[in-house]
């Protein structure tokens, strides 16, 4: 049986097949899956159909991954829940942790890819354009297109990409078209002249539509087009070539034994440039599925409170004290368990190779194990928050709360007084990031 489905993202064509399909009993073995321009007929399907909540969350991100199988992988799922064989937790089955692994790398370059475009404002013959160029890992160009579209709706706008482009010309939802992808762009003058030479053909070949749905794992505010810029357009924030290749090194890590139990090494990120760095303790799950820092919950809040108080994440480089998730597993569960001061102090080798690398002005300690990397000694974080301090080597550190912190506040009131709070150091954070 070959189900054709009509582009990478075609969800709903997906999801029409597969409910045909399961509902008159075709096993995954006999289905192909492609992608082709003539839909292939599906079997008249009768009856009704459940898919636990979670699992159609899960593959409505996992869908937009870039694996070449997960058609395939997400329907056994379904056949599998359809037929009462599917635990309800992830942790419970390896093939839906799996996709669920895969929805998690989605949301997180969903994410990247929102903090990390700057928009290029350009001239069309209908007036100004702001123009974004990025090259998505996943198939995440849709999603973030209609969430852009749905928060701005009065500006015009191109996303470029290498597989795709989306096109908003404001007005109403039928305004957002897709269309063809545009490669060879390196830099912000190559994407000028790219733009020049290929935006009357590329606009009037978009089309309009998209099955993806609007997850709400992917519902978060957006940079608005028309933010200030901090500098000149960036395009490609690539990273210092030095702490690239201690991040490949720092791979193989042996130094302690949190290496093993770990998936793998999640060095820091961020420019060759960066005049700040912000340092955390240690990856935590989704960090350790994915291999960047700060991308689960904890990131999430961080990115808001940076938001709130004016850092453009794409300008900061962002690390841990220690470079493995350390935990405890617990049944299927796995338990962050705080690194020790051996662990940090071993560590600590990595932090100071991207320090001498990047030559920060500032560094941002956020937590006891962020602060104690840096100073070597244990740090009160309530005692020593909040001000500015000299470092020998010339650097600046200011220490603050770990975004995890609040998260961990179980009353409402005391949760939102901390995070003010926090939004209150990043702002000073902020006014010390201007150029003296
Ligand atoms: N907590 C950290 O300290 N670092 C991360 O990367 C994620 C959570």
């Known amino acids: 049986m070959q189900v054709v489905l009509t582009r990478e993202t075609d ?8 409910r045909a399909l399961v509902l008159t ?3 995954p073995e006999k289905i192909t899956w492609r992608i082709g321009r003539v839909p292939a007929p599906l079997p008249e399907a009768q009856g009704t159909f459940n898919v636990p909540r979670n699992l159609v969350e899960i593959a409505a991100l996992a869908f937009q991954a870039h694996a070449r199988d997960r058609f395939d992988r997400l329907y056994r799922l379904v056949w599998r829940a359809h037929h ?9 089955d390896p093939a839906l942790a799996e996709a669920q692994a895969l929805a998690f790398a989605v949301r997180a370059e969903a994410h990247r890819m929102r903090t990390h475009m700057r928009f290029m404002p350009v001239e069309d013959a209908d007036g100004p354009r702001f123009l974004g160029w990025y090259a998505p890992q996943h198939h995440v160009l849709e999603a973030n297109a209609q969430l852009l579209a749905r928060r701005f709706p009065d500006k015009r706008w191109s996303i470029l990409t290498p ?3 989306a096109h908003w010309d404001g007005g109403g939802h039928a305004a957002l078209r897709f269309g063809p992808g545009a490669r060879g762009i390196v830099d912000d003058a190559t994407l000028a002249t790219w733009w020049d030479a290929h935006h009357a053909a590329l606009l009037q070949e978009a089309v309009p539509g998209s099955s993806v749905p609007e997850a709400e794992a992917l519902d978060e505010a957006p940079r608005p087009p028309d933010l200030p810029p901090l500098g000149p357009v960036v395009l490609d924030l690539a990273p210092d070539p030095a702490v690239h290749r201690a991040a490949v090194e720092a791979g193989q890590c042996r130094r302690c034994d949190l290496w093993q139990p770990a998936s793998q090494t999640v060095f820091g990120e961020g420019p060759a440039g960066a005049q700040v760095v912000f340092i955390g303790e240690q990856p935590g799950d989704q960090e350790d599925v ?25 300008t900061i480089y962002i690390t841990n004290a220690v470079k493995h998730f350390k935990f405890t597993p617990r049944g299927k569960r796995r338990i962050h368990q705080s690194p020790d001061a051996t662990e940090i102090q071993v560590c600590r080798f990595w932090l100071d190779v991207e320090r001498v690398q990047l030559a920060p002005r500032l560094l941002v300690l956020m937590g006891a194990s962020g602060a104690r990397a840096v100073l070597g000694r244990p740090v009160t974080v309530t005692r020593e928050r909040g001000r500015p301090f000299a470092l020998e080597d010339g650097q600046t550190a200011f ?7 609040l998260l961990r506040i179980p009353d409402p009131a005391g949760k939102a007084r901390e995070y003010r709070a926090f939004v209150e150091d990043l702002r000073r954070v902020r006014a010390l990031m201007e150029p003296a």
Request: negative net charge; charged residues 25%.
């Open 11 to 18: 969800w709903e064509g997906w999801r029409r097949a597969t």
């Open 25 to 27: 009993g075709v096993a």
């Open 84 to 92: 009462g064989a599917l635990p309800a937790a992830p942790q419970d």
């Open 163 to 165: 597989e795709g482009s």
């Open 290 to 314: 994915i291999g960047r820092p700060f991308v689960g919950p904890a990131g999430q809040l961080l990115d808001r409170a940076m938001e709130e108080a004016g850092i453009d994440r794409r």
């Open 399 to 405: 220490i603050t709360v770990h975004p995890s912190y």
